[in-house]
Structure formats: structure tokens, C-alpha cells
């Protein structure tokens, strides 16, 4: 500290990691926010917005977006597999082993 009660240039407060991360988050949930309120079928924002929930622990409104996501893109196996995941956050087994299968009817090989 400098004898003005400023801190010297390296001594300012710094953020962990952790803490980046959360603020990262909820720029990114704000962002996809916009811009599926601009275009409630703009399916990258949908993503955007499921994957940052999701990482945020806010499992329900996740699941909000995944349902959305698998009547916007029916047919892809990436979407139903996020969907199942969503399902599992929550604790519905049934409804996850559903999108999962589903998933996997839809050629999802991304596992090993």
C-alpha cells in the first residue's frame, strides 16, 4: 500500500479463478438471453444459454432450454443427449434414459 492508502501496481485485488468463472457465466447466460429474446428459435443462443445454466447449477431453467432446443432440432442426436443430461441433473432417470436413447437412435457416438 502506498503511503496515499492506494494500492501499488500488483497489489490490487485478485480474483480467483473461481469467482472469473461465475462472472463469465453470467455474462454469458445475460448474452443468450438477448439473444434468444431478439429470436426465441436462434438455436446458438439456446446453447449458449443451456450450457451456461447448466454450469451455474440452475438445472431446471437448463432443462427449459433443452426441451426447446429438441423441438428446434428434432433430428440431432447432440441436442437430445444434452437433453438427457438435463434430465439426469434433476434426478429424472426415466425421462433421461428416454433422451438418451433417443439420442442414440439418432447416430450420438460421441461416448467412450
Known amino acids: 500500500m502506498s503511503p496515499m492508502g ?8 485478485r480474483a480467483d479463478s473461481e469467482s472469473v468463472r461465475r462472472l463469465f457465466d453470467e455474462f ?3 448474452l443468450a438471453r438477448a439473444a434468444v429474446q431478439g ?6 443462443g439456446l446453447q449458449m444459454l443451456a450450457q451456461s445454466l447448466t454450469r451455474c447449477g440452475r438445472h431446471e431453467e437448463a432443462l427449459e432450454a433443452d426441451l426447446r432446443l429438441s423441438t428446434l432440432c428434432p433430428k ?3 441436442t437430445y443427449y444434452n ?8 434426478a ?11 439420442a442414440f437412435e439418432l447416430g450420438y ?3 467412450r
Open 28 to 30: 454469458e447466460i445475460r
Open 6 to 13: 492506494k494500492p501499488r501496481r500488483g497489489e490490487g485485488p
Open 92 to 102: 429424472n432417470v426415466d425421462a433421461a434414459f428416454d433422451a438418451l436413447n433417443k
Open 76 to 78: 440431432d442426436p447432440v
Open 83 to 90: 437433453l438427457a443430461c438435463s434430465y439426469s441433473n434433476l
Open 109 to 111: 457416438h460421441d461416448y
Open 39 to 44: 429470436n426465441p428459435r436462434h438455436v446458438p
